[in-house]
């Protein structure tokens, strides 16, 4: 099986190069069977050594990527629990959310078509060499081509100017963070010497895993750049604001990259190099309370937004937030398990929300939908299992998932755990809220639209079945041990990467959290019921507008970034641009042209003239020869 | 000197093409006249014992007054030409070479 390993991103890139290649030609049933064919493959390459518990920490080299004096890069995959986890995720959800594309971007032109499954062929490609890299370097390449694609795909039409503006925001503030990594990376070679996970982080002669000083500056500053470019790309607080504007892109973009596998390489990245993160309590930290900070302000913001897939964005963004926290208690399982619970319960959203958007002729606005539970019954009861799995409540995933991580933050701070309590509810609060307002009720559109509404076809529905039903059976392999003896099947598995660390709680305490998170989501769920069980429409006033306009953070950044920075851009063009570089290449210009135009003279055609400088210059040339060169 | 600056002062003012190649070898000639007496001029301390002292010059002198002449075939071909193009010998007509 291991010399199968490198066809697994090699496929979706050899479905980029047709794809993209062949777009002016190849049919739209081609292009669609080249680009599922693709990732199927992969993911059942991934399937097969998952089966065959092919994995080793141990590097697949391939050829040297980097050789210089004191620093070997290799270009080389590490297929270990943890990457393995995430190629399953990456492939299998990455699998559904093509398949459904080849319906949802049926109306594009055909060279468009083929160009969107280039994009998402290339995505899954970077997206593979991430999770698969060896080292920080082929991680950092991953990095940059989902960047690339993400942009790539939230301009995907670009046509309008709103959605390139989207896209430049989303890169402008990845590349933010992905300075932060690329520092980070030229911190740890300095310090090591090396980048990759297995000379860095084995347990025998890791080169980290030996140190035992804790919060080092060098670990500190590196796990602190680390987390810098984890929060571009995983959308935290202070560089989330580019995913909800992410939205841009076709939905079934949001649900793959913007949901389900790229704004979770960060915690990938972290979960990773858990190994330099515990060395460093004082970051850890950071990462809670950023954590948690993002997945409150999210939560809040999501109440009282409009856009479906806002309203979507803003929970991924909470979501991560809770991820994060878990990465900073110290809980990488719980976090890793809660990436792939949410990637199957956030793709479904997604994907459902998609369907809602197709079935009603491109509108987005909630207050304009209404009543289509009728006419969409597989969207509904598919987005219905989403919303429950993502509120919490048992035995779907995202319960699991979520009581780990509450767990967790409940042993290592009381006060984040708070927060975190209050975010679940919330969560549970704004998506039902959204699924009522969608759903319930009558249609409040436009006549035309009202006639059109249709389920969607089997492309569609398909996914969001084989989603709901990994959404509700997904959080089996992490049943806490409370339930049932050697239930948390996950920790044992990713044991080789991430160390298990044993939390001692009463029996007691943990039922009790367990009533409470679910008590909380429920209760949650039944204000939600009573408030917009019958849609009345809103006019948000003093918080509510506050929240609505997303605590002004995107004002806030634009006049104490954007503003002055622009500014200065003026300022610089008028004074360094203008005045100085160009006024010195348009003078060299002036001055020939003046020079030229005044030494025209000299040359007249007359011979005498020549002559008679030529003497005139000769007799000077003696009397400099004869008086003055003495 | 007095021959050069003749010479010189008839290439500058005068615009008979033929008047200008004669000054020419006017300046040619009085180079060479220099040559000769400077050359005699440098070696006079050994000229009382060697009475051919100093005559290289005059040798020079030879060879530049053959080279003169070839010099002067051409140049006057050149006028011939020039006065079979322009009918005139004026040297200012040629500034129209530019055009």
Not at chain 2, 20 to 39: Q, T
Not at chain 2, 60 to 70: E, G, N, S, W, Y
């Amino acid at each position: 099986m291991k010399n199968l390993i490198f066809l697994i991103p090699l496929l979706p890139f050899l479905g980029f190069l047709i794809n993209g290649l062949g777009r002016n030609f190849l049919s739209k049933a081609l292009v669609s069977i080249v680009g599922c064919g693709t990732v199927l493959a992969s993911f059942i390459i991934s399937l097969l050594l998952f089966i065959n518990k092919d994995y080793s920490a141990q590097p697949i080299y391939y050829f040297d990527f980097i050789n210089i004096e004191g620093l070997r890069i290799p270009f080389a995959f590490q297929v270990d629990q943890l990457s393995g986890l995430f190629l399953l995720i990456i492939t299998g959800v990455g699998f559904l959310i093509h398949v459904y594309s080849t319906s949802y971007m049926h109306e594009e032109l055909r060279a468009h078509f083929a160009r969107y499954f280039a994009y998402l062929n290339l995505f899954v490609f970077s997206m593979l060499l991430l999770v698969m890299g060896a080292n920080f370097v082929i991680m950092f390449i991953g990095w940059e081509g989902v960047g690339l694609c993400s942009y790539l795909l939230i301009g995907y039409w670009f046509k309008n100017v709103d959605f390139t503006k989207a896209a430049k925001k989303a890169f402008v503030m990845n590349r933010i963070g992905d300075l932060g990594f690329l520092l980070a990376v030229f911190w740890i070679i300095q310090q090591f010497g090396t980048v990759s996970y297995y000379e860095l982080f084995n347990a025998e002669t890791g080169k980290v895993a030996i140190l035992s000083a804790q919060n080092s500056t060098a670990i500190v500053g590196i796990t602190l750049l680390l987390f810098l470019g984890a929060t571009g790309k995983s959308a935290q607080i202070p560089l989330y604001t580019w995913l909800p504007d992410a939205m841009a892109g076709p939905t079934p973009v949001s649900a793959l990259i913007h949901a389900a596998t790229m704004v979770t390489a960060g915690i990938y990245m972290i979960a990773r190099s858990n190994v330099l993160f515990n060395l460093a309590p004082l970051t850890m930290g950071i990462i809670a309370v950023v954590g948690a900070a993002t997945a409150l302000l999210a939560a809040t913001i999501a109440i009282r937004q409009n856009d479906i897939k806002k309203v979507l964005a803003y929970s991924t963004v909470s979501q991560l937030g809770y991820m994060f926290l878990a990465l900073g208690t110290g809980a990488y399982v719980a976090a890793v398990f809660h990436v792939m619970t949410h990637a199957f319960f956030k793709a479904l959203l997604f994907l459902g929300s998609g369907s809602v958007i197709h079935a009603v002729s491109g509108q987005q606005d909630i207050r304009l939908m209404g009543g289509l539970r009728k006419k969409l019954p597989v969207t509904y009861f598919t987005f219905l299992i989403g919303c429950i799995a993502i509120a919490g409540i048992p035995p779907l995933s995202g319960f699991f998932s979520k009581d780990a991580i509450l767990l967790n933050v409940f042993v290592n701070d009381k006060f984040l755990w708070v927060i975190g309590l209050i975010t679940a509810a919330l969560t549970a609060f704004y998506m039902f809220r959204l699924l009522f307002i969608t759903f319930n009720g009558t249609f409040r559109g436009t006549e035309e639209q009202r006639v059109h509404i249709h389920e969607s076809p089997a492309a569609m529905t398909l996914p969001l079945i084989v989603l709901a039903v990994l959404s509700i059976i997904g959080g089996f392999i992490g049943v806490p041990e409370l339930f049932m003896e050697g239930g948390e099947w996950l920790t044992g598995f990713l044991a080789p990467v991430v160390p298990v660390v044993k939390l001692h709680v009463e029996h007691a305490t943990e039922y009790l959290l367990i009533a409470l998170t679910t008590g909380v989501a429920v209760i949650a769920i039944l204000l939600a019921f009573f408030r917009y069980k019958k849609y009345r429409p809103e006019q948000p006033s003093g918080f509510a507008r506050v929240l609505e306009n997303k605590w002004y953070v995107d004002e806030l950044y634009n006049s104490i970034f954007v503003q002055p920075l622009n500014k200065l851009g003026v300022a610089a063009n008028r004074y360094f641009e203008r005045s100085g570089i160009d006024a010195l290449v348009n003078g060299v210009g002036r001055l020939v042209h003046y020079g030229g135009r005044q030494m025209r003279w000299l040359q007249s055609g007359q011979v005498g003239n020549y002559i008679l400088l030529m003497v005139i210059s000769m007799f000077l040339f003696f009397l400099w020869q004869f008086f003055i060169r003495k | 000197m007095a021959l050069f600056v003749i010479g010189i002062v008839g290439v500058l003012t005068r615009r008979n093409a033929i008047i200008i190649f004669m000054c020419i070898e006017l300046m040619l000639n009085a180079v060479n006249l220099l040559l000769v007496a400077f050359s005699k001029m440098n070696n006079l301390a050994n000229a009382a014992n060697n009475p051919s002292a100093g005559s290289d010059g005059q040798l020079f002198v030879f060879f530049i007054m053959v080279v003169a002449a070839a010099e002067v075939a051409v140049g006057l071909s050149i006028i011939v030409m020039l006065y079979r193009n322009t009918h005139s010998v004026d040297v200012n007509f040629l500034n129209r070479l530019k055009h």
